[in-house]
């Protein structure tokens, strides 16, 4: 028989062991708070479309902050204690703070810039500014 001591091992003590749930084996708490901020960005004739998933977060755990050109978008989610005799197995749910940060210009301004939040998503709406002159290109020579 192939790999008898791995076929025969009882993998409940495992499954239940404190370290197979922590955030170092599944590294949840990373990728929750990715996917919690996962952004589609559109253009349209006028204006840009930021829409982020924010779910399970409320309107006041979310802050947007235009600064030095880049909006950020930061979400806070506080686990609220509870007063119980339970032992968590594993937890899926974020806790924590995550943020994204997107470039939109300097000429961009605080009042320009629009946000609702429903139902889990939060929609931006950045206007267009209008370049005059175009930017040249600048390159940075690779030497090898």
């Known amino acids: 028989m192939l790999f008898p001591s791995i076929l025969n091992h009882d993998f409940t003590d495992d499954f239940f062991d ?3 749930f922590t955030p170092s084996f599944w590294d949840g708490g990373a990728r929750a708070a990715q996917a ?3 952004a589609d960005v559109k253009e349209y004739k006028d204006h840009y479309e ?3 998933s924010l779910p399970g977060y409320s309107k ?4 947007a902050e235009l600064k030095n050109g880049y909006l950020t978008v930061s979400a806070e989610k506080k686990e609220e204690p509870k007063e119980d005799e339970g032992k968590y197995l ?5 806790y ?3 943020s994204r940060s997107f470039y939109v210009g300097d000429d961009v301004k605080e009042e320009d810039i629009k946000a609702a939040f429903k139902d889990g998503v939060l929609t931006v709406s950045i206007p ?3 370049q005059d002159v175009v930017d040249a290109s600048h390159y ?3 030497e090898g």
Request: proline share 0%; no cysteine; charged share 45%.
């Open 18 to 20: 404190d370290d197979f």
């Open 140 to 142: 940075i020579q690779i």
């Open 128 to 130: 267009k500014k209008d």
């Open 90 to 94: 594993r937890r899926e749910r974020f």
């Open 50 to 52: 930021l829409q982020m």
């Open 36 to 38: 919690a901020m996962s």
């Open 96 to 98: 924590g703070k995550a």
């Open 60 to 63: 006041d755990d979310i802050q």
